[in-house]
């Protein structure tokens, strides 16, 4: 083979093998840009739910405290009316937690986070024992059941939803 023979073939192969690289470039962009975008996705349709969750729990502690100001001023108007009340002895000051709240815009409930934290464990024990995953709480549905989201850590997936009855105790797939 010439000099001249062996320049055609490199010439040759490289008009091949250029096209057929920057074929699988754009194909393996296209991949990683559409991987991004469920990611990204995904997230925001966590944060909505998030919001809105947390929204409605700041709603009933709302009305929650409307209610019982209402009862105790109720009560400290029936107590004036039917009797002579010892002012420092009887009556208890209204406090409204709700003015905290507002300006974090989330509400704080140990108890909440505690059944939270037992459904977790709930579907862990059912699940087993497994490191490959992530258990997350979702949302607490119109039954009162905690929705836990069972999520594989290496593509961050949510693989099973499971819904859990704290006062039965069950766990059961969604």
Same mark, same amino acid.
């Given at each position: ?17 250029l096209p ?6 754009? !194909?393996?962009?296209? %991949? ?38 209402? @009862? @105790? ?44 934290q037992r ?8 699940? !087993?024992k497994d ?10 549905? &119109?039954?009162? &059941? %905690?929705?836990?989201? @069972? ?8 693989? %099973? ?14």
């Amino acid at each position: 083979m010439g000099r001249r023979e062996r320049s055609k073939e490199s010439k040759f192969k490289i008009k091949i093998w250029l096209p057929i690289l920057c074929v699988v470039v754009v !194909g393996v962009t296209f %991949y990683m840009i559409y991987d991004i975008q469920n990611k990204v996705d995904r997230l925001t349709e966590y944060e909505v739910l998030n919001e809105t969750q947390n929204s409605i729990s700041s709603e009933n502690a709302t009305n929650e405290n409307e209610i019982e100001n209402s @009862v @105790v001023q109720n009560e400290v108007a029936n107590e004036t009316t039917n009797a002579v009340i010892n002012v420092t002895n009887t009556s208890r000051p209204v406090t409204n937690t709700n003015a905290n709240n507002n300006k974090n815009n989330t509400s704080f409930n140990p108890g909440v986070t505690d059944q939270k934290q037992r459904a977790i464990e709930l579907v862990k024990k059912e699940w !087993g024992k497994d490191s490959s995953v992530d258990f997350l709480f979702d949302y607490v549905n &119109e039954n009162n &059941e %905690y929705v836990v989201a @069972v999520k594989d850590k290496a593509t961050a997936t949510v693989k %099973y939803y499971f819904r859990v009855n704290l006062e039965t105790g069950t766990v059961e797939l969604d």
